[in-house]
């Protein structure tokens, strides 16, 4: 099973740019890369999901380098709703989920 | 937009007693999991279904969880007897097949359960 490394906690202010990386040096051939969202007393929210290069939707971007180690989930403009726990996942078709610690994000004012 | 029901919110019981939580997927999703929750961790997958069958259970502390899905539609997950380390939100997700990649879930608002 893949196993995800992304740092504990960060900070931000509204208004900036946010690059959230996670490293997965074992990732296999027909993994991808998934990020969820998670508010305090909340179920996570899946944010988006990526194979290779970039992915694009309407609240974040993923980054995928040729050798997809590792991954970038990038927050355009973050603003204080933005605060949440994200989690990085890998896993293939029909492989279950293995959840990390997460990273803790905080925009400030 | 459909959501994943789940009920109570909120339990507090004593330990050694027995406590049931209720999940509803959404319409159409034949994968359903549970999953537990400790404070500053990640989910931890106790049971995931396909339709009314167990496809993962290997978490799941069999002496005192039980978790059932007669009917492939809504689902109960059963602690008895309760002890203090079962504290901890218990989320329920589900999802259906996607066109690629891992299945995209989606989770309810969980239940939080404090054994006193």
């Given amino acids: 099973l893949a196993k995800t490394t992304q740092p504990i906690s960060m900070d931000s202010y509204e208004g900036q740019e946010v690059n959230i990386t996670c490293s997965h040096n074992n990732i296999a051939t027909n993994d991808y890369i998934t990020w969820y969202q998670q508010f305090p007393s909340q179920g996570p929210r899946f944010i988006i999901q990526g194979y290779k290069t970039k992915v694009t939707n309407e609240v974040a971007s993923l980054f995928i380098p040729a050798d997809r180690k590792s991954s970038t989930l990038s927050l355009p403009r973050v603003s204080l709703s933005d605060t949440a726990v994200y989690y990085c996942l890998v896993a293939g078709n029909n492989r279950k989920l293995i959840w990390g610690l997460g990273t803790s994000l905080a925009v400030n004012p | ?116």
């Fill in chain 2, 1 to 116: 937009e459909a959501e994943v029901a789940q009920s109570p919110r909120y339990k507090i019981t004593e330990k050694s007693q027995a406590v049931a939580f209720w999940c509803d997927p959404i319409s159409g999703h034949a994968t359903l999991y549970w999953y537990r929750q400790i404070l500053g961790q990640g989910p931890e997958l106790l049971v995931q279904f396909q339709d009314e069958s167990v496809v993962d259970d290997s978490q799941l502390p069999k002496d005192r969880f039980s978790a059932e899905r007669l009917k492939g539609v809504d689902s109960t997950l059963k602690i008895q007897p309760a002890e203090l380390g079962d504290s901890a939100m218990y989320l329920c997700a589900s999802s259906s097949p996607p066109t690629s990649g891992p299945y995209e879930q989606y989770f309810g608002p969980g239940t939080r359960l404090t054994v006193t």
